[in-house]
């Protein structure tokens, strides 16, 4: 019998600093086809960071109107600023039958599921608390007060696991990439 296999909506949302970014990196330069959703924020750019790429990096006025015009599939407040997915991007990709992928946080996730219950969601968690203080402190992108509020985030996302339809462990970003991978898309036996 053949086996169907179609594209379909993948979350992956996980506590700050266990790696999200460094996955779904890897995982576009084995698999660059991959499409990944490209976020709006208040947040301001870290070094390197290009408007566009791994943001639109808006004021909060035009977070606003986006928020008004219904332009966001979700959006949710996260330490300090906030963030949302573009709904046009992601509904046209899903009706050209292409997987999407959206790398969001557990209040964004908790709203796509809601309107979208066919959506996976998967949780990428740390090997352990320590590991994941250490990842988020040995970025160096935050200060002392912002990794404070992320950490306390962290374990509100944490106790919520059970909430996702998948965890992966990020160990090894090599392992986690192919095993996200594989979750982008849904065959018949499913
Ligand atoms: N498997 C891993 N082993 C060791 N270090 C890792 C691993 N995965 C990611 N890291 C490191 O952890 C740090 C945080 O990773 P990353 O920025 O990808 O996290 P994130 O989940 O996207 O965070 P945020 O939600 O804050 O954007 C980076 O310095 C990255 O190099
Ligand atoms: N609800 C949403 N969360 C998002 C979105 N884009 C990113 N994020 C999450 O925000 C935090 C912080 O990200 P950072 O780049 O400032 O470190 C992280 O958990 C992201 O996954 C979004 O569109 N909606």
Redesign the pocket.
Known sequence: MAVEVRPRLTVLS??????????V?HMRKVHPEVWLSVSATTRKPRPGERHGVQYFFVGDDEFDKLIANGELLEWAEFAGNRYGTPRQAVLERLEAGEPVLL?I?LQGARQVKESMPESRLVF?APPSWD?LVC??T?????SAEVIER?LAAAKVELAAESEFDTTLV????ED?SRELLALLTVSSGE
């Open positions: 996980g506590p700050s600093g266990v790696g999200k970014s460094t996955v990196a790398e946080d990428l590991e990842r988020l040995g970025r160096g992108t935050e992320r990020n160990t090894s970003v986690v």
